[in-house]
């Protein structure tokens, strides 16, 4: 990896901080003194959680989005705007409808003044080069999704950028498009077949990291920092069965479900706050939770599984999979350690239960372990009338998360308290209330 | 984009004109010469429309059909000018923003019709002794009934861009004006297409009753269908009226086919879901349009010009946006401070006026002739609803008939309703029945339609499942209207209703009062007071029936129609 050292540097990020403005209360931080270099004929991977501001540190190296504090160079200058030499791959490919495929392909050397003729040529070329000849004059929603993405790729590939940006190029893909992909492209880059120098990528996928990646960053959330940073030793191409390969995936599970350093304090007692204790709750149904707990309760599992291997039969990515395992962890029905998940005894219980004995069981693990869903029924009980406005719980969320993460937290909330039966809501009204015959 | 053909000798006989063009280029070259006759007209002295008076023969319709769509097309010229000015304007900045979107959703509520006077005037001292300034006042008007929604639309458009697509075209690096062209137009095309459409099938009712126009002691006729049929009122020619449907009834069906099909069909390529939908055969006109070699080359050049210009990198790059900061409160308080201080202004300003010469005795008649209206629109939903919502769904649950159901509706929604008129009126007459009543049913006689073929949409779109679902579980009679179907087209049918009932206060001021010869009905209603002060060129009591028109359909808009349509799409859109 020595070689990498003498290559030029095309992108240099320093203490980069990105921060939500929230009126009257403290900044909502997304990302944290993040550092990153990007040198020529290096695949560098960002991976972590949704939520772990990767996307945004993605946006902010493209010139997209101009962080709050911190610095960021292209190629030694520092960056105001969508630079010249970088181009991107959109997660949702982002091709303009109507536009044909050669069309799209030719937008941003049109975008550059580039004379019709030379950006037919160049197109044609691009074209052929990801596999697309003969869809030429097909308009995007004639293709499939491997075939659109494989425009997206095209289209980024043609204005001959040093670096290529892909956000999560392949999660909205199948598994075997998304392999073949994956495959497709890493062959033309060890063949130095296409027209760029660097690529950076987010993923939230550990293998498509390894597989593809020459190294890894790992993000953890709340904030977005840089947990720790992989070199992958493999050469191209890479079998993902080899134990070198496996133990890499593995590892990196590990450091993904290693538990954040205990960096909150939390203030016992003090029902009226527990909303500044609440981290983001993911809004995950009670249906995967107790599928998963039944799950793993079942043999060949019995209470207790390496994360690889059930993800990999679960068919569920680290993305689905982590937040799942970590409601069942913050309800106490089991712990998340070093790549691994295991029942508790709650959790054996409640796949013991049945309907009534879950419920109990649920709302109990609800009050002592999920302070904001204390809070709310709490604050039930006290109104005469045992109902209180949604809007004051949201707005105390968003003092520590963003909108997106509040709602959803909200949302888990009002999902496991009617499933509970703790407490219901009233979409109508936005109000959280006591159901009559609860009493 | 080349002929797909790969022998080359075949692709060279290709090139020969074929039928298809002879028959375009004949199109093409009379519609240049009507065009053309009928535009040296509108320079004439004023004087001529006093020698050559409105002739009843109907071998003048065909010239006085061209001269009415011709005036609809300029009016949509404009409309299209100005929606791709105000629209972009207000969707960019901010603080335009705040003013011109609750200016717009006013202008939409303003019976327009009540104005024609002011413009009238207006537009006649602009180009004193001329045609052209009588032609303008009608162009203006079809222009005012035209425009607000198409710019709403291209509005709701612009700030709905999707935002990886937005992303794209900034990392892409396309400029301000490549990205307005390459962007955000197709993508507000579609629904611009569709509000275009809405808005001519509105604009014909306008068109018809603004070529006939008498302001206090002076009237004009402008050569069109419109004055066709006043005159043929004032002589009691029923023969003549049912004449003039007749033109009426094949320019709409020229328009129809030679325009809209072809347009919708070719904005359906601009929808941005990206599943490949059911694809409708084209429209024998795009048909054309595409298998004629010599117009498709000439569409071909044109697009390439076009291309080329929206192409041109005029302004200057994207920056980086940081992000979002708070916009700041100061130049927002003065701003708006700016706006208060200007609206009091206008307010004194009309209220003085208003004041001068009315008293309040004449606010509490136009507010009780208000009522009287309200309940006449109230009432003719509700008759409305009762008819064509079991109609529509019976039609819409039947694909075949849906099929052929639907343009029919769409195309009786654009006839101008007005020319109804003179055969209700005779029964009226004839029979001896009470005005107030009677003229009642004239005021949704245009604007049902939207009722009927929203209806049908919604419940050809009903899913066949839930259709399915509730068979099997024996779900019939009230039971299946009220939990299955109604709820299943309420979105639809709220939709309809609300153009409806617009429709129906603007038609007030044409429907509340009719003559047939000699012979004048009239009912109590806010529409037949704003009628008889313009005929009376009464202008006070103009603005104060306008006012108080416009009054009335805002209130309707904002404490009916918005919180129904927000409940529909909230709770029983189904998705």
């Given at each position: ?48 959680r ?125 598994v ?28 939230h996928n550990i293998e498509e990291?390894v ?29 993902r069965l080899?134990?070198?390969f496996r133990q890499m995936v593995d590892d990196i599970y590990a450091l993904m479900t290693r ?23 993911h809004?995950v149904s009670?249906n995967l939770l107790a599928g998963l707990m039944e799950t793993l309760a079942a043999p060949p599992y019995d209470g207790r599984a390496d994360l690889p291997p059930l993800s990999a039969a679960l068919q569920l990515e680290v993305d689905d999979l982590l937040p799942i395992g970590e409601s069942m962890a913050m309800?106490?029905f089991g712990e998340m350690v070093e790549g691994d998940i295991h029942l508790s005894?709650?959790g054996i219980?409640y796949v ?88 | ?575």
């Amino acid at each position: 990896m020595d070689a990498i050292a003498t290559h030029e540097t095309l992108v240099e990020v320093a203490g980069c901080r990105q921060a939500y403005h929230k009126d009257a209360s403290a900044d909502v931080v997304v990302l944290d003194d993040v550092n990153l270099t990007l040198k020529s004929g290096e695949i560098v991977g960002l991976l972590g959680r949704s939520g772990s501001g990767k996307s945004t540190l993605l946006r902010i190296v493209s010139g997209l989005l101009a962080p709050t504090a911190g610095r960021v160079e292209w190629r030694g200058k520092q960056v105001h705007g969508p630079a010249d030499g970088v181009a991107m791959v959109f997660q949702s490919f982002a091709l303009f409808p109507w536009l044909t495929v050669q069309e799209n392909v030719e937008i941003g050397l049109e975008a550059r003044g580039v004379a019709r003729e030379e950006r037919e040529t160049r197109a044609e070329q691009a074209i052929d080069l990801i596999g697309l000849g003969g869809y030429e004059h097909a308009f995007p929603k004639e293709l499939s999704g491997g075939m659109r993405q494989r425009v997206g790729l095209a289209r980024a590939l043609v204005v001959h950028p040093d670096l290529l940006l892909m956000d999560e190029p392949f999660s909205a893909l199948d598994v075997l498009t998304a392999e073949t992909l994956r495959t497709d492209l890493i062959e033309l880059w060890s063949e130095g077949k296409l027209p760029i120098k660097s690529v950076l990528m987010v993923t939230h996928n550990i293998e498509e990291a390894v597989l593809m990646c020459d190294r890894i960053l790992v993000f953890s959330s709340n904030p977005g920092r840089v947990a720790s940073e992989l070199i992958v030793p493999f050469a191209h191409p890479r079998n993902r069965l080899a134990p070198d390969f496996r133990q890499m995936v593995d590892d990196i599970y590990a450091l993904m479900t290693r538990r954040p350093p205990p960096a909150r304090v939390p203030q016992p007692g003090a029902a009226a706050t527990a909303v500044a204790q609440t981290h983001a709750i993911h809004s995950v149904s009670v249906n995967l939770l107790a599928g998963l707990m039944e799950t793993l309760a079942a043999p060949p599992y019995d209470g207790r599984a390496d994360l690889p291997p059930l993800s990999a039969a679960l068919q569920l990515e680290v993305d689905d999979l982590l937040p799942i395992g970590e409601s069942m962890a913050m309800l106490g029905f089991g712990e998340m350690v070093e790549g691994d998940i295991h029942l508790s005894e709650s959790g054996i219980a409640y796949v013991n239960g049945t309907v009534d004995e879950r419920k109990e069981i649920f709302a109990n693990a609800l009050k002592s372990r999920v302070p904001l869903a204390a809070a709310i029924r709490q604050v039930l009980d006290e109104r005469w009338n045992h109902r209180a406005s949604a809007v004051r719980f949201r707005d105390e969320l968003e003092d520590t998360m963003s909108p997106d993460y509040a709602e959803d937290t909200l949302h888990a909330l009002i999902n496991w308290g009617r499933y509970a039966e703790l407490y219901a809501y009233d979409e109508d009204a936005d109000q959280f209330y006591l159901e009559e015959d609860e009493e | 984009m080349a002929t797909s053909s790969s022998l080359p000798d075949l692709a060279t006989t290709r090139r020969l004109p074929n039928g298809f063009d002879a028959f375009a280029l004949i199109c093409i070259v009379g519609a240049l010469i009507a065009v053309a006759r009928s535009a040296s007209g509108t320079l004439a002295p004023l004087s001529a429309l006093e020698v050559s008076p409105i002739q009843l023969d109907p071998w003048y319709l065909p010239g006085y059909a061209l001269r009415t769509t011709m005036r609809m097309f300029a009016a949509l010229a404009a409309s299209l000018l100005f929606t791709f000015t105000f629209a972009p304007i207000a969707a960019k900045s901010r603080r335009a923003g705040l003013v011109m979107i609750p200016l717009l959703d006013i202008l939409q509520s303003v019976p327009i019709l009540g104005f024609l006077s002011f413009t009238v005037v207006f537009f006649m001292n602009l180009f004193p002794g001329r045609v052209l300034g009588a032609e303008l006042a009608a162009i203006f008007a079809i222009f005012t009934s035209q425009a607000w929604n198409m710019a709403f639309s291209m509005y709701q458009s612009l700030v709905t861009v999707p935002g990886d697509l937005a992303e794209a075209a900034r990392m892409f690096r396309l400029s301000a004006w490549q990205k307005f062209w390459r962007l955000e137009v197709p993508f507000a095309m579609p629904g611009l297409v569709w509000n275009t459409m809405m808005s001519m099938s509105g604009g014909w009712f306008f068109v018809v009753a603004s070529e006939a126009i008498s302001v206090g002691d002076t009237s004009w006729r402008l050569p069109g269908i419109g004055s066709y049929v006043a005159a043929a009122l004032e002589a009691r020619d029923l023969t003549a009226v049912v004449y003039a449907i007749l033109a009426m009834l094949v320019v709409i069906l020229a328009y129809d086919q030679l325009l809209f099909r072809p347009l919708t069909a070719w904005s359906a390529k601009f929808r941005v879901e990206l599943t490949q939908g059911v694809q409708a055969d084209d429209p024998w006109m795009l048909a054309m349009l595409r298998r004629t070699h010599l117009l498709r080359q000439g569409v071909d050049g044109l697009s390439g010009v076009f291309n080329w210009i929206t192409g041109l990198r005029l302004s200057s790059r994207a920056i980086a946006r940081p992000q979002p900061g708070p916009p700041s409160r100061t130049v927002d308080m003065v701003w708006i401070g700016l706006l208060l201080f200007i609206a009091a202004g206008i307010v004194w300003k009309l209220f003085g006026f208003l004041v001068i010469q009315l008293g309040w005795a004449d606010l509490g008649e136009a507010i009780l002739l208000g009522v009287f209206t309200l309940i006449r629109v109230a009432v003719l939903m509700v008759v409305a609803s009762l008819i064509w919502v079991p109609v529509g769904v019976w039609l819409g649950l039947r694909p075949a008939w849906a099929r052929r159901a639907q343009p029919v509706a769409q195309f009786l929604a654009a006839f101008p309703a007005n020319l109804f008129f003179p055969p209700v009126v005779m029964g009226i007459v004839a029979f001896h029945l009470n005005a107030d009543i009677w003229l009642t049913p004239l005021m949704v006689l245009g604007t049902q339609w939207y009722i009927l073929f929203n209806v049908i949409a919604g419940a050809a779109a009903f899913p066949g499942d839930l259709q399915e679902a509730s068979r099997n579980f024996h779900i019939g009679g009230w039971l299946w209207w009220r939990r299955v179907i109604i709820p299943g087209i309420f979105p639809y049918y709220i939709t309809g209703a609300i153009t409806a009932s617009g429709g129906s206060w603007n038609a007030a001021i044409v429907a509340e009062v009719a003559s047939w010869g000699d012979t004048k009905l009239t009912a109590h209603g806010l529409g037949a007071y704003t009628a008889q002060a313009t005929e009376a060129g009464d202008t006070a009591r103009i603005v104060l029936g306008v006012v108080v028109m416009s009054l009335f359909v805002v209130m309707c808009n904002r404490l009916l129609w918005r919180p129904l349509y927000a409940y529909s799409t909230r709770r029983l859109s189904i998705t």
